[in-house]
């Protein structure tokens, strides 16, 4: 099945389309009313929006750094997942996104990388669930199982308000434990409530798609002992038809489902393309022209 990704309501329904994934909630901030025809989309714990007005809600690293645009690799500002207040709002857009569509996608989950978070609250809770599991809070081990606890039980709480299929957005890292170390993303956890694992590859031209088929490949691996499936997200802004189709044929190989990323008019050209050319060559007996 093939799917769009994007912030413009019109393009749900475009027939090219087996399903459609609406952003009410972005990683700017932007809010939108969930709407009935698509899998309504959420960003948790990234949001420009929330962390400019209120910096005390950003994660802080170990020597105080903000997880905010301003760091190295942040494409966007974080917000920490045990503030509470933070993820009563989230839950909220939960379910009323449910409430109008019961199948619901959970975009950016997660902490915002291994060194975060140390704010005051993170330490107090981490030392809490030390004591409680008579776990050496110095251990790391300890610490990143803490972390995905968090995370776990966040996604937990939003599939009980979510009655029909729950999407979650992984990063597109498979190697063995760099999910759980990286944004405390335990995948067999997780396994127990997500029915469908998105995997964003993202690139400006898919001129080469070798390591499109390595990390594809890795996540079949990675999620084959558990009861879930996986699809790809491909990026189709301003990439050629034809490497686009490439790509698309890559994706097929391994995911269930292959979604395309804010550019419904170049994803539905290319999946045009794709139909004329399967039908091209194809020959005719002269018998059916009469059935």
Do not use: Q
Not at 229 to 249: G, K, M, T
């Amino acid at each position: 099945m093939y799917g769009v990704v994007t912030r413009n309501e019109d393009e749900i329904d475009w027939p090219e389309f087996d399903r459609g994934f609406y952003e009410v909630k972005d990683v700017t901030g932007r809010a939108a009313e969930p709407l009935s025809n698509a899998v309504n989309m959420i960003s948790c714990f990234g949001d420009n929006a929330a962390a400019n007005e209120s910096p005390e809600l950003v994660p802080v690293d170990a020597d105080g750094n903000l997880a905010t645009r301003d760091r190295t690799y942040f494409d966007w500002a974080y917000i920490c997942p045990t503030n509470e207040k933070y993820r009563a709002g989230l839950l909220e857009i939960v379910e009323d996104a449910a409430a109008a569509n019961g199948d619901v996608r959970l975009d950016d989950v997660g902490f915002p990388r291994d060194e975060y978070c140390h704010c005051d609250r993170c330490t107090r809770l981490f030392g809490e669930w030390a004591d409680e599991h008579e776990r050496d809070p110095e251990d790391d081990e300890a610490w990143f199982e803490w972390r995905t606890e968090v995370i776990t039980d966040f996604v937990a709480d939003a599939a009980d308000r979510i009655p029909g299929r729950l999407y979650l957005t992984l990063y597109p890292d498979p190697y063995p434990g760099h999910l759980h170390r990286r944004a405390g993303l335990d995948v067999e956890a997780l396994s127990d409530y997500v029915d469908e694992f998105v995997v964003p590859l993202y690139d400006l031209d898919y001129g080469t798609t070798y390591w499109l088929e390595t990390i594809a490949r890795g996540f079949v691996s990675l999620l084959d002992p558990y009861d879930v499936d996986f699809s790809i997200e491909l990026y189709a802004v301003d990439v050629d038809v034809d490497n686009l189709v490439h790509a698309i044929e890559v994706a097929d190989e391994y995911a269930t489902d292959v979604l395309f990323g804010y550019d419904a008019s170049n994803a539905a050209a290319t999946l045009r393309r794709m139909t004329a050319d399967g039908k091209e060559g194809k020959t005719f007996r002269p018998e059916d022209a009469t059935r």
